[in-house]
């Protein structure tokens, strides 16, 4: 079965750094887009980023770009998201998923909380 555990979350302040992590299992990690996605408390899920297979395609929200980092190690089969300058509107659940899934295979997902 498909498993993704997400981990590298936390409390940080503002204009500090995170690399969340994912590590994926139970599919040919290499042959699939992956996906972050994130939600803050009363609002929508929202897309951060995508990066193609290979990882030679690479896309952003407008929320994060300039500031985020989507990269993948396909031998480790783990997809990384680099957030930089961190704002407190960054504080969500933060999941990662494969292209195509449905929100009940993204794992449990890790928090990321900006406040000072």
């Known amino acids: 079965e498909v498993q993704l555990v997400e981990s590298g979350g936390g409390l940080v302040q503002p204009g500090t750094s995170l690399r969340l992590s994912c590590e994926a299992s139970?599919?040919?990690?290499?042959?699939?887009?992956m996906n972050w996605h994130r939600q803050a408390p009363g609002k929508e899920v929202e897309w951060v980023a995508r990066?193609?297979?290979?990882?030679?395609?690479?896309d952003y929200a407008d929320s994060v770009k300039g500031r985020a980092t989507i990269s993948r190690d396909n031998h480790k089969n783990t997809l990384y998201l680099q957030l930089d300058s961190l704002k407190p509107e960054d504080t969500a659940m933060y999941y990662c998923?494969?292209?195509?899934?449905?929100?009940?295979?993204w794992g449990q997902g890790t928090q990321v909380t900006v406040s000072s």
């Open positions: 990066i193609s297979g290979g990882g030679r395609i690479i």
């Open positions: 998923a494969r292209d195509g899934t449905s929100r009940q295979e």
């Open positions: 139970g599919f040919n990690f290499i042959t699939y887009a």
